[in-house]
């Protein structure tokens, strides 16, 4: 396997950190910390130097809440990018958007990655990553709309949904010119699911893997950790990390985290574990 992110490229050994930047002010975990540019501008920044590979920047919150159309997305986020896209020429840069319009604009300010979180409610979202070269994230919703909360969804086999579904909109974004290198699947823990499905998406993720696309996972602070642990939202790190673990020794390649520094720990772990990393220091019993 070989992937590709703006002008770098990957292999099946990457385990990438995606650093979320979220240009709202009523996110479910971060509460607004990066509402105020300059804020998020910093972020950027603070999470380049802790080991992020690429940021993922939204204007737009998951959950239920005040109607933004795409007129205010693009203005939270477009010159954001624009200015992120400036003072960091090779940072890879995602946006989280469902919108062809949005997408459409942060792309002509430099945007390398589409990250299409509601599983192509927009099919033109495709369209654009073939128009300017970029990458684009497939995901598994189960249809549902929008910015809604699941209820009472059902699944034969979650599993074999989520593959059924992100490798079909990965096959149609080839099929109207995205570059195959550049298209990721993601199951998409927690949308369009309960946490039994996402749980059991986690313990069978190197099902997706096997389908030969890159998969990325959403894991950070998600309710199905904290309905998991019984833990409120402020207090899920170490659940989020206990199930990035299973998942990088499951060969996912991009994780999309709240907290970078300890995920790059828990991923380079992992990856010495595998045999795919040396060890950054190696003297004890050898001196």
């Known amino acids: 396997m070989r992937f590709m ?11 990438l950190v ?9 996110s ?7 509402w105020a540019e300059d804020a998020a501008f910093d972020r950027v920044a ?3 130097d802790q ?15 005040v109607e933004i159309d795409a007129v205010e997305e ?8 624009a200015r992120v896209r400036a003072a960091h020429p090779d940072l890879v840069i995602s946006v989280d958007t469902w919108r062809a319009e949005v997408g459409r604009a942060v792309c002509a300010e430099g945007a390398d990655l589409l990250n299409d979180a509601w599983g192509g409610a927009d099919p033109g979202l495709a369209e654009v990553a073939a128009e300017f070269g970029v990458g684009m994230v497939c995901t598994h919703t189960n249809s549902v709309t929008p910015r809604t909360r699941p209820h009472r969804i059902e699944y034969d086999d979650v599993v ?17 010119g995205v570059d195959r290198e550049r298209l990721f699947i993601d199951p998409a823990h927690d949308f369009g699911k309960n946490s039994f499905h996402s749980i059991e998406l986690t313990r069978r993720l190197d099902e997706l893997v096997a389908t030969g696309w890159p998969v990325l996972v959403s894991l950070s602070n998600k309710d199905f950790v904290g309905e998991t642990l019984d833990r409120p939202v402020n207090e899920r790190v170490i659940g989020t990390l206990a199930t990035t673990a299973v998942s990088s020794w499951h060969g996912a390649h991009v994780y999309r985290v709240h907290e970078v520094a300890e995920t790059r720990q828990v991923l380079d772990m ?4 595998a045999g795919q990393r040396p060890l950054a220091r190696a003297v004890r019993g050898l001196a």
């Open 5 to 15: 992110l703006g002008k770098r490229a990957f292999d099946e050994r990457a385990r």
């Open 18 to 26: 995606m650093a979320i930047i979220n240009r709202t002010p009523d």
């Open 28 to 34: 479910f975990y971060d509460k607004g910390l990066t």
């Open 46 to 48: 603070e999470v380049v």
């Open 51 to 65: 080991g992020a590979d690429l940021v993922d920047i939204g204007g737009i919150k998951a959950a239920p809440g």
């Open 74 to 81: 693009a203005r939270r986020v477009v010159s954001f990018v």
């Open 160 to 176: 074999a949904a989520a593959i059924s579904a992100t490798v079909a909109q990965a096959e149609r974004a080839v099929s109207v």
């Open 270 to 273: 992992v990856s010495t574990i």
